[in-house]
Nanobody
Framework: QVQLVESGGGLVQAGGSLRLSCVVS??????????MGWYRQAPGKQRELVAR???????TDADGVKGRFTISRDNAKNTVYLQMNSLKPEDTAVYYC???????????WGQGTQVTVSS
């Protein structure tokens, strides 16, 4: 069973920064085939895409985080990162890591990490 373990969440003041990490179990040769994403879910709201990085390295960012958040991956470490700068109170949510392998129908989620931004 593939496991995704997120870390790096916490409490930060508005304008501050955090870096989230997500380590995926298994071989790096398999990790390279995953499209990776970060999602978030605030209380009372639906889970939404924050940023995504394909196995090719191509990235997609949600409109609300463009210019502030950066997703990246280190295939040698089976890790995807989310660098979050200029944080706002509305960024407060549980952030989830996701791994997808479309050809195999694989879709895995981490347990989530809480990010709280105080005003």
């Amino acid at each position: 069973q593939v496991q995704l373990v997120e870390s790096g969440g916490g409490l930060v003041q508005a304008g501050g920064s955090l870096r989230l990490s997500c380590v995926v179990s298994g071989s790096s040769s398999i990790f390279r085939t995953y499209d990776m994403g970060w999602y978030r879910q605030a209380p009372g709201k639906q889970r939404e895409l924050v940023a995504r990085i394909a196995r090719t390295g191509r990235t997609t960012d949600a409109d609300g985080v463009k210019g502030r958040f950066t997703i990246s991956r280190d295939n040698a470490k089976n890790t995807v990162y989310l660098q979050m700068n200029s944080l706002k109170p509305e960024d407060t949510a549980v952030y989830y890591c996701n791994a997808q392998q479309t050809a195999w129908g694989s879709d895995y989620w981490g347990q989530g990490t809480q990010v709280t931004v105080s005003s």
